[in-house]
């Protein structure tokens, strides 16, 4: 399977995972971006790859450990896979 039907495969599962909690709750996107600038100041100023927005969008879920591997596995340090995965589900 390829890398982007991949990332659509699982990004349209996560927004069926989510329901409706994305559609009420608009204040939960800006968490995701926290969660996404704090990965890109750590890459100083390059763009997070879609794998690690994934693993913020897990974050969103509110599973912070596998939110942590999915940044540490793409290259994250830790403290900032965990600082940046704590601030998704806010």
Not at 23 to 46: F, S, W, Y
């Amino acid at each position: 399977m390829r890398t982007s039907t991949r990332i659509a495969s699982v990004l349209a599962g996560a927004a069926l995972a989510l329901g409706g909690t994305a559609l009420t709750a608009p204040a939960a996107h800006a968490d995701v971006t926290a969660c996404i600038d704090q990965v890109e100041r750590e890459i100083q100023g390059g763009e997070a790859p879609d794998p690690v927005r994934m693993a913020c969008y897990v974050g969103l879920t509110g599973d912070h450990e596998q939110c942590v591997v999915g940044l540490t596995g793409n290259g994250v340090t830790n403290g900032t896979a965990v600082a940046a995965c704590r601030v998704a589900p806010n």
